[in-house]
């Protein structure tokens, strides 16, 4: 079914802005009716952040920015959803255009600006579904007019807790001003020891809430080594690695797209994010899991991107191109390669290739 979904709606997505294409494709899974998923090879579990995931396969936040169908995304086959980024007040973002296909590089650039709902709007949409199970979590960030932002990711902690399987500690969108200035040492452990305190503050009546930090592709190896450090001292239960990068290769074939503002996601991040997870997972030590994100779409990259060290994935600019058929056939090639090589879980795996990928020249 979700072949001969793929194959009648990609192309016809593909005609419209790729803003309303979006927003189409977000009511069609609202219309999605309600089915069990197939069941996961239990080869495919994965145990991370205290959490037991189905698959280790998840649609990366900015798909289902107002938690409008992290079900309907379970349902598909996903083994774990994200949502937002939310921000406290809801906010229109920048103006549009603000969403670019670079179709002959498979890949996407948005400046978006955390355009969403707001808090109250969320929440109560994760309410409403949270006597449903399945793994979510909400990944947050700050407004962009805020006097205080740090307070923002504080609030936010606060008011979700109840209902998030986990957050995700935005601070590397380039698409804010200012933002990915909180991932310098001296604010980056303000924060994360304000965000620590409030998810201890409401363990109590909210229960565990496993804090995630995401960070972008473009620090340095010094910004990394800082962020990395401070994130075990305060005790962040995983990083994601990694947003989407200002930087753009010169590799890229769509000459006249590559120039708009905004972040790159999609097929030309892969080998940048990939050598990101892997001086991350180096540097962490086996502190904490990590998700890699970035450029996956096939479960050739889905297994490069673990072996360098990502105990889960996420997806997202590749869906486009793809299409939902994606996750199944990228379980079924991880499922396949552990079947070859006589293992019996992916974790066997995780980092396998991180020493050997640190030691290559630099992509570019």
């Known amino acids: 079914m979700i072949r ?9 997505l593909r005609l419209l802005d790729p803003e309303d294409a979006h927003r189409l494709a977000i009511r069609g899974l609202r219309l999605l009716p309600p089915a069990r998923p197939r069941p996961d ?43 937002g980024t939310v921000t406290p007040k ?33 929440l109560r949409r994760l309410a409403a579904r949270a006597h449903n199970g399945g793994i979510v979590g909400v990944n947050v960030g700050a407004n962009k007019d805020s006097v205080d932002r740090i307070d923002d990711y504080v609030r936010l902690i606060e ?3 109840p209902v998030a399987s986990y957050f995700t500690v935005n601070v590397s969108s380039p698409n804010t001003p200012g933002l990915r200035n909180l991932q310098q040492a001296t604010a980056l452990d303000d924060l994360l020891a304000r965000v620590i305190d409030a998810r201890e503050r409401v363990r109590k009546h ?18 990394l080594d800082d962020a990395v450090h401070i994130a075990r001292s305060r ?3 995983g990083m994601i690695v990694a947003n989407t990068t200002i930087g753009r290769p010169p590799t890229l074939r769509e000459q006249t797209r590559q120039k708009e503002q905004g972040g790159l996601s999609g097929r030309p991040l892969f080998r940048l994010s990939t050598r990101m997870v892997a001086e991350t997972y180096v540097r962490a030590e086996g502190a904490f899991p990590l998700i890699g994100v970035g450029g996956i779409d096939s479960g050739g990259a889905a297994l490069t991107k673990i072996r360098a060290g990502a105990s889960l994935i996420q997806l997202y600019s590749s869906l486009i191109y793809k299409g939902l058929g994606l996750v199944d ?15 019996d879980s992916l974790s066997e795996i995780v980092g396998a290739d991180a020493a050997t990928i640190t030691a290559e020249d630099w992509p570019v």
Request: aromatic share 8%; hydrophobic share 45%; charged share 25%.
């Open 90 to 122: 809801p906010q229109a973002g920048n103006p549009r255009p603000r969403l670019f296909r670079l179709e002959r590089d498979e890949a996407v650039i948005n400046r978006m600006g955390f355009n969403n709902d707001g808090a109250d709007a969320a």
């Open 4 to 12: 001969a979904f793929d194959a009648f709606s990609l192309p016809m």
């Open 206 to 223: 909210a229960g565990d809430s496993p804090v995630l930090l995401k960070i972008a592709p473009d620090l340095s190896l010094a910004d």
């Open 159 to 161: 008011t979700f807790a």
């Open 329 to 343: 056939s990228i379980k079924a090639d991880l499922v396949s390669t552990l079947l070859r090589t006589g293992r």
């Open 235 to 237: 005790g962040v239960d």
């Open 41 to 83: 090879d239990p080869k495919l579990a994965v145990r991370a952040f205290g959490l037991n995931f189905p698959n280790p396969i998840g649609i990366a936040a900015g798909f289902d920015k107002n938690a409008e169908v992290p079900d309907a995304l379970l349902r598909l086959g996903f083994g774990f959803a994200e949502v």
